[in-house]
T-cell receptor
Framework: NAGVTQTPKFRVLKTGQSMTLLCAQD?????MYWYRQDPGMGLRLIHY???????AKGEVPDGYNVSRLKKQNFLLGLESAAPSQTSVYFC????????????FGPGTRLTVT | AQSVTQPDIHITVSEGASLELRCNYS??????LFWYVQSPGQGLQLLLK??????LVQGIKGFEAEFKRSQSSFNLRKPSVHWSDAAEYFC?????????????FGRGTSLIVHP
């Protein structure tokens, strides 16, 4: 049981390049989330999904797109990376129901130059 | 709009000393409250949570937190800190939003432990 995994762990992009971050969970969780973490800002929600084939915007969705084609995977895309997207990205998942506990992946550190 | 405030950006304690990390929230109804810990280079891990009932909740690693409705607070405590407790601590509040229960995180408190 790997929990929540994220690929890649580190990435450096040039401004304007695109990339996709992959989040995978093996706990059969319905809900999945993408956050970014910046110094002094805590975690800010980018997008989330309440089930396969559904996505919704969070607090800071601009410049990002997501897809949830399979229940276990949640992809975060940057179509045209900007230096302001330099951050650590965390994926989280949780089961539907009253627990509300989120399980987090180890993070992806992205630098855009 | 709801918010979560962690007033202390950094806290330094000596190993063996007691610890209290503060968390205040603004929300119109009784929220669900969480404390998470983030060790360096890691994702977040749940320490404890409060939904209802007894206002003093016990968590993992010897942590506890007390919900005080009158003060809109959910402070995290530990009677004796260990060097391995050095980490970033986040308070979070869950609010209902179309049924998806979106969490809001505080900005975090960095705990430094001196030997």
């Amino acid at each position: 049981n790997a929990g929540v995994t994220q690929t890649p762990k580190f990435r450096v992009l040039k401004t304007g390049q695109s990339m996709t971050l992959l989040c995978a969970q093996d706990m059969n969780h319905e809900y999945m989330y993408w956050y970014r973490q910046d110094p002094g800002m805590g975690l800010r929600l980018i997008h989330y999904s309440v089930g396969e084939g559904t996505t919704a915007k969070g607090e800071v969705p601009d410049g990002y797109n997501v897809s949830r084609l399979k229940k276990q995977n949640f992809l975060l895309g940057l179509e045209s990376a900007a230096p302001s997207q330099t951050s650590v990205y965390f994926c989280a998942s949780r089961i539907m129901g009253v627990s509300y506990e989120q399980y987090f992946g180890p993070g992806t550190r992205l630098t855009v130059t | 709009a709801q918010s979560v405030t962690q007033p202390d950006i950094h806290i330094t304690v000596s190993e063996g000393a007691s610890l209290e990390l503060r968390c205040n929230y603004s929300y119109g109804a009784t929220p669900y409250l969480f404390w998470y810990v983030q060790s360096p280079g890691q994702g977040l891990q749940l320490l404890l949570k409060y939904f209802s009932g007894d206002t003093l909740v016990q968590g993992i690693k010897g942590f506890e937190a007390e919900f005080k409705r009158s003060q809109s607070s959910f402070n995290l405590r530990k009677p004796s800190v260990h060097w391995s407790d050095a980490a970033e601590y986040f308070c979070a509040v869950v609010r209902p939003s179309g049924g998806s229960y979106i969490p809001t995180f505080g900005r975090g408190t960095s705990l430094i432990v001196h030997p």
